[in-house]
């Protein structure tokens, strides 16, 4: 099926905390709206059956509760296809927003997921009823090809958003379409966690997933392209993913991805939107995912002395590594009950300083999580203590096996290249117990080599 997303550059208020009008909000909303209905008759015209817009693209950030309130549409939850906001306008009021993008999906015959705020009176005796009488929710709505509402999602891991509430259960929000069967949806920071996105796809099955996202990129592991591949191949799904572009931000990085291939953008360096069309195979069969693990025992072959460990930060968690020195050679550095295993071959020398990490632990700044990773990075300079820097280029190519005793099956697997491109691994998966990630010769200086396994048990 052909896919669309747009990376959006957002119009944004120049004084979110103040308070408007609803109709000076409408007015800047519509601004943003203009181009949306600008790129979905652009994707129509190459042949888009569906597309996606970023999260947040409509009415913007930095919000207080209050003074977001003018822009919040009312979306009833979970009104699956009976209701067409563009030809039916008058059944609830404030609902500009939504039948704009109804009547965008209906006029283009196009499959639409946006995102929005959406609000809803609750009631006081409702305990979680805030004090003001209404919930506030970060919320994607699809919409079918005549416009019709077929699903509603509210966001569920909120990443420093006052302005929004978290609902009361995770929404598993799915819609069924002609030409790819069902598409699961879910919002940026959700990608972390198991509710509900992990959960959402092993439940139903999913194997097309939509994904509208304002991410701040954070290398070397949480680099937006990075991750939605890592995710895609981690889980054996395509994801059309939508990001926010103010490079300012550190906001870019969107793409198509399928298991095995990538259609990406990642630009921090001009402005203005960008919108992605590709053709991607509509995944049905349920092939054996990475995810299963194997039982064998492994047999601990002699350890050669690796040369000395040393701490460095790296995404705000302390991680053990070890130097990668020399052409070519076997390393294995350990912290708590994770061991990371590394054999590597440099192609040429050059004078670049990689460095083999590991951490094993509950990740506590900008969201507390587990992680279990075991990472090869190229560092910031030639001193110990530059490495786990944020480093966008290298020229170092190098055949390498990264291998761990992973205690979780969520294992993501990384691979960036030079310029924040991205590469496909050789061989991947379960092992022995061991998690596996082979590549010989990256395309280009390799950034980033990663297995970050997520044991969401622990967080």
Not at 223 to 242: D, G, M, P, R, Y
Not at 336 to 353: F, G, H, K, S
Request: overall charge negative; some cysteine; aromatic content about 14%.
């Amino acid at each position: 099926y052909v896919a669309a997303v747009y990376e959006h550059e957002s119009i944004l208020s120049p004084t979110p905390a103040a308070p408007v009008e609803r109709r000076s909000a409408l007015e800047l909303m519509g601004r943003n709206l203009d181009i949306y209905e600008q790129q979905v008759l652009a994707a129509a015209r190459q042949g888009a059956q569906i597309i996606v817009f970023p999260e947040d693209g409509i009415h913007g950030f930095n919000f207080t509760r209050s003074s977001i309130y003018p822009y919040l549409d009312f979306v009833p939850h979970s009104h699956s296809g009976k209701w067409n906001p563009c030809r039916e306008p008058y059944l609830f009021n404030d609902t500009e927003v939504v039948q704009r993008l109804s009547c965008m999906a209906l006029k283009n015959k196009i499959f639409l997921v946006a995102n929005l705020g959406t609000k809803q009176p609750c009631e006081h005796w409702d305990p979680r009823c805030p004090p003001d009488g209404r919930y506030q929710f970060n919320t994607n709505v699809a919409l079918a090809a005549d416009g019709a509402l077929l699903a509603t999602y509210r966001k569920h891991n909120l990443y420093f958003e006052y302005a929004f509430d978290t609902p009361p259960q995770p929404d598993y929000a799915f819609f069924d379409t002609p030409f790819a069967g069902k598409f699961g949806m879910f919002t940026c920071f959700d990608i972390l966690f198991f509710e509900p996105a992990v959960n959402l796809i092993r439940q139903y099955n999913l194997k097309q997933i939509v994904y509208p996202t304002a991410w701040m990129n954070q290398l070397p592991l949480l680099s937006a392209v990075e991750f939605q591949q890592a995710f895609a191949t981690a889980f054996n799904v395509n994801i059309l993913a939508a990001n926010i572009h103010h490079p300012t931000l550190g906001m870019t990085g969107s793409g198509i991805y399928t298991p095995v291939k990538s259609f990406i953008y990642h630009n921090m360096e001009s402005y203005g939107g960008k919108l992605i069309v590709a053709e991607i195979p509509v995944i049905t069969a349920d092939y054996k995912t990475n995810l299963e693990k194997t039982t064998d025992r492994v047999s601990e072959k002699g350890k050669e002395q690796s040369p000395p460990s040393f701490y460095a930060e790296m995404m705000y968690d302390n991680f053990t590594f070890v130097p990668v020195w020399g052409e070519k050679g076997e390393l294995h550095v350990c912290a708590n009950t994770l061991c990371c295993y590394l054999n590597y071959r440099r192609a040429v020398l050059t004078d670049e300083l990689y460095a083999l990490g590991v951490f094993d632990g509950l990740h506590t700044v900008h969201g507390t999580y587990y992680v279990q990773a075991c990472a090869l990075v190229k560092c910031g300079g030639l001193s110990f203590s530059t490495c786990g820097q944020e480093v966008t280029d290298a020229t170092a190519l190098i055949d390498f096996q990264l291998w761990g005793n992973m205690s979780t099956p969520y294992i993501f697997p990384l691979l960036l290249t030079s310029g924040i491109t991205l590469d496909f691994a050789d061989h991947m998966g379960w092992k022995n117990n061991h998690y596996f990630l082979s590549k010989n010769r990256t395309s280009f200086g390799l950034l980033t080599a990663a297995l970050y396994g997520r044991w969401y048990e622990k967080d």
